[in-house]
């Protein structure tokens, strides 16, 4: 079991993966991992989710995750993931707890078992572009959904906070949307999942 604590910004790409992959491909970026998240998130069957936000569900969700390539599954995990927002809904500070498992489906069956229920699904295919004397950046294609990169803060001086990492977005011209800094890509899904505008 890990705890991890982060700070990260997320944003919609303007226009296509491949598109958003040349532009990077053209300044030096190369691709240094490749990888798929397959989601299942598991709340409590008596959850009334008519009175809660998506945000609110999501905070009492449980994550079953399965993280691998295209030649073996890497990693099988149940999350938990707590995140701090301020009021305008930017992410202040997270951290979440993994439980490695041996099977997604025995792990399904045992949340089922008390009391869980499926809410959603979804699937993404990453890659991870670095640079020299750059951050990586992790461009998420996510099935049915606008794609999204991620970006880290690091150890790093130059890229140690938030506010540094969009004045490094903003100086590369990034093809991305500045209006949101913390798209929450599992609240737009429940959002349509449960047909309220996001």
């Known amino acids: ?20 992959e040349s532009f990077l491909k053209e300044r030096g970026f190369k691709i240094t991992e490749t990888f798929y998240l397959d989601d299942i998130f598991m709340v409590n069957k008596d959850l009334d989710l008519s009175k809660l936000s998506s945000r609110e569900i999501l905070s009492k969700a449980l994550l ?11 990693d099988k995990c149940i999350t938990y993931k707590k995140k701090e927002f301020d009021e305008n809904g930017n992410i202040l500070s997270q951290s979440s707890i993994n439980l490695k498992i041996d099977s997604i489906d025995t792990a399904e069956k045992l949340l089922t078992a008390i009391d869980y229920k499926r809410l959603m ?3 993404e295919n990453d890659k991870v572009y670095s640079r020299e004397g750059s951050v990586g950046i992790l461009v998420k294609d996510i099935v049915g959904e606008d794609p999204l990169i ?20 903003k100086k590369e011209g990034l093809p991305v949307y500045l209006d949101n800094f913390f798209v929450k890509k599992a609240e737009i899904i429940l959002d349509k999942l449960l047909n309220r505008n996001s």
């Open 1 to 20: 079991m890990g705890i991890k604590n982060s700070n990260e910004i997320t944003l919609k790409i303007k226009g296509s993966v491949e598109d958003f």
């Open 150 to 169: 991620e970006i880290e803060t690091t150890d790093d001086e130059e890229f140690d906070s938030v506010e540094k990492l969009v004045n490094w977005i």
């Open 121 to 123: 699904h979804a699937r």
């Open 64 to 74: 079953i995750r399965e993280v691998g390539t295209e030649k073996a599954v890497r």
